[in-house]
């Protein structure tokens, strides 16, 4: 993977775009070795591309190949493009409360090479998990948020977070965040949301569906906007329930649902599988 590198595209649809790239990438040596599109309409649809391609035989440099595309692709089809390379992996950082199985679930599979990123701090309200996570090696810091004064809580995580994270994982984090916070993370905090939205909103979801009877609850990962619960939706799933489960149970199915679907989601954000469109998401996965 050290070699790979990965260009994701967006641009009004229109005859000549994958032969313009392509033919782009084949004559600065460039290998395409995976590729995914979407159209949204036949007749003046967006299109959107993710394409894989091996770097060690170009005959320019990245900057310069970069400039090339601009010049020669980009501009001819009015696109809104990024090149990323995989070995350069993106730094994760983590914020939780005192609910433990999504953050687990991340940093077992992160151990085990299941995740392309570097996983470099957890930040927790709680000391409570504080030796959990550094079992694995990772730094935990307690920033305590004191509701009468949250903003210094959140310019004590930016500092931490300045220059050490390139996505922020909200596993379960049990408090919401500023619209200030958010801005300064514009599509890079994901977080895991315990229903399936835009089913149960807000708070003690598990509650909500039991009230409504319902007969599946589940799970989503969406990037955080300063909308609550209403930003772009990466991934879901849900489990099937019954009229016998009380609340408690539907959130000890449900727990099993939110790890691997914050797993997934934070998988394909590192693997630059995810275009987000206006508040909808295109993921190629």
């Not at 977080?191 to 989503?220: C, E, M, W």
């Not at 998988?267 to 275009?275: A, C, F, N």
Request: glycine share 6%; charged share 20%.
């Amino acid at each position: 993977m050290d070699n790979t590198a990965r260009l994701l595209i967006t641009c009004p649809d229109k005859p000549g775009i994958v032969s313009a790239v392509s033919t782009f990438l084949y004559n600065h040596g460039a290998n395409i070795t995976a590729l995914d599109q979407h159209t949204t309409g036949p007749e003046g649809g967006t299109f959107f591309m993710r394409l894989e391609f091996q770097t060690p035989h170009l005959d320019l440099s990245r900057s310069l190949l970069e400039r090339a595309f601009a010049d020669a692709v980009a501009r001819q089809f009015s696109m809104q493009w990024r090149i990323t390379y995989a070995r350069e992996p993106k730094k994760i950082a983590v914020l939780v409360s005192r609910h433990d199985h999504a953050l687990l679930e991340m940093l077992w599979r992160w151990s085990r090479g299941q995740l392309p990123g570097v996983i470099t701090m957890v930040i927790s309200n709680h000391p409570d998990l504080e030796q959990a996570v550094r079992n694995f090696g990772v730094p935990f810091h307690h920033v305590v948020v004191d509701k009468n004064d949250k903003p210094a809580a959140e310019a004590r995580m930016r500092e931490l977070l300045h220059g050490n994270a390139d996505v922020v994982v909200l596993a379960r984090y049990m408090q919401i965040l500023s619209a200030d916070m958010v801005r300064h993370y514009p599509g890079a905090i994901i977080n895991i949301h315990h229903s399936f939205l835009p089913a149960f909103v807000g708070a003690d979801p598990y509650r909500q569906a039991y009230d409504k009877g319902v007969k599946l609850v589940g799970a989503t990962a969406h990037y955080v906007t300063e909308e609550l619960d209403m930003g772009p939706i990466i991934e879901q799933d849900v489990v099937r329930v019954s009229h016998r489960l009380q609340p408690a149970h539907l959130r000890e199915l449900g727990r099993d649902v939110e790890r691997n679907v914050l797993a997934r989601a934070v998988k394909w954000h590192l693997e630059d599988r995810i275009i987000v469109h206006e508040n909808r998401t295109v993921v190629f996965n």
